[in-house]
């Protein structure tokens, strides 16, 4: 069955750091692999995915992510995070089907940015 | 740019009473799908939707729930007697043109009360 898993529940970054936030999935074919963006009370964001092709992905807002399938993972970086940047981040794995398609999505990590 | 709209914002109704949540999809989509979040959890499909029938459901989505399009460009999620437990966000997304499509676009979502 195919899960994903988000290893932190939550992360301080300082404003100007770089950020990692880590994600593993289990899929038995060719993953397409996402990461959304969730502000307090608001929806979601697609940053970016990854369907096939060059495994570094670049997505909005200086996102980008790096898909290794040795590890199974698909790991979101940003090189110099800002405030507006605190929210609560979702790595997902989409399964496609025959009538659409699936998104799992994991527990999510909440980024906090101290001044 | 095309996007995925929910009426209302927010619902707040009383247990045991009946709610329909409306959804927009963009126009030339084809798949059409739930997805529901608890407050702090992680977002879950509930049901997926295609040629007017319903392609693939959770083990969430009980004999409550329902899902229609009435009319060729609303699509509706109806919980026929609501619980306490049914409280959360819930997502309406769509995706496709044609064949198969790997990109889910979410809408806002419709934050239910249930009291």
Redesign the interface.
């Known amino acids: 069955a195919q899960s994903v898993t988000q290893p932190d529940i939550h992360i301080t970054v300082s404003e100007g750091a770089s950020l990692e936030l880590r994600c593993n999935y289990s899929y038995g074919a060719t993953p397409?692999l996402f990461w959304?963006v969730q502000s307090p009370?608001?929806?979601?964001q697609?940053l970016l995915?990854y369907?096939s092709g060059d495994t570094l992905v670049q997505g909005i807002k200086g996102f980008e992510a790096e898909f290794k399938r040795s590890q199974s993972s698909f790991n979101l970086r940003k090189p110099s995070v800002h405030w507006s940047d605190a929210a609560e981040y979702?790595c997902?794995v989409?399964a496609?089907?025959?009538?659409?398609?699936?998104?799992?999505?994991?527990?999510?990590t909440r980024l906090f940015v101290k001044a | 740019e095309p996007e995925v709209t929910q009426t209302p914002s927010h619902q707040v109704t009383q247990m045991g009473q009946e709610v329909i949540l409306r959804c927009v999809p963009i126009s030339n989509h084809l798949y059409f799908y739930w997805y529901r979040q608890i407050l702090g959890q992680k977002v879950e499909f509930l049901v997926s939707f295609y040629n007017n029938e319903i392609s693939e459901k959770s083990e969430i989505f009980d004999d409550q729930f329902s899902v229609e399009r009435p009319d060729g460009s609303n699509f509706t999620l109806k919980i026929r007697s609501t619980k306490l437990e049914d409280s959360a966000m819930y997502f309406c997304a769509s995706s496709g043109t044609s064949g198969l499509s790997y990109e889910q676009y979410f809408g806002p979502g419709t934050r239910l009360t249930v009291t």
Do not use: D, E, S
Request: no cysteine.
């Open positions: 397409y959304y009370g608001q929806g979601l697609l995915k369907f979702f997902a989409g496609p089907r025959a009538g659409g398609f699936k998104t799992i999505f994991g527990a999510g």
